[in-house]
């Protein structure tokens, strides 16, 4: 496979996507979000931070754009109040699901596409 035919399916995606009366997140704001929706948790700061090999602050103030939109929160650990942890809400699961159909419906496509094409 060429690289424009691995890349069309995500710009149909991203472009669906922007169409959509919904905040545009940064790539890190998604690798973000998608980490805490899609990986086991208990997830902080440190351990975003590990796991996407990002500096703390940038995760904090990605973290702070999507708290903005109610995608995430931030709790304090009720055994270690020192620690925070970041927790999913309603509002990003519906973004999540909404983004996740979009994906599904392109994915169809391309597949009716391969298969009448």
């Known amino acids: 496979m060429n690289p424009t035919s691995l890349l069309l399916p995500w710009r149909d995606v991203m472009t669906d996507t922007v169409r959509l009366d919904r905040p545009d997140l940064s790539m890190r704001q998604w690798a973000l979000l998608l980490t805490v929706y899609l990986m086991p948790g208990p997830h902080t700061v440190r351990r975003l931070s590990e796991e996407l090999g990002v500096p703390k602050p940038a995760i904090s ?4 754009a999507l708290s903005i939109h109610g995608f995430v929160k931030r709790a304090r650990d009720q055994e270690d109040r020192r620690i925070v ?4 809400t309603e509002e990003g699961a519906l973004f999540i699901d909404q983004f996740a159909a979009i994906v ?3 994915e169809r496509q391309s597949d009716l596409g391969a298969f009448y094409g």
């Open 61 to 64: 103030r990605a973290l702070d």
């Open 85 to 88: 942890l970041v927790q999913k």
């Open 104 to 106: 599904e419906e392109r």
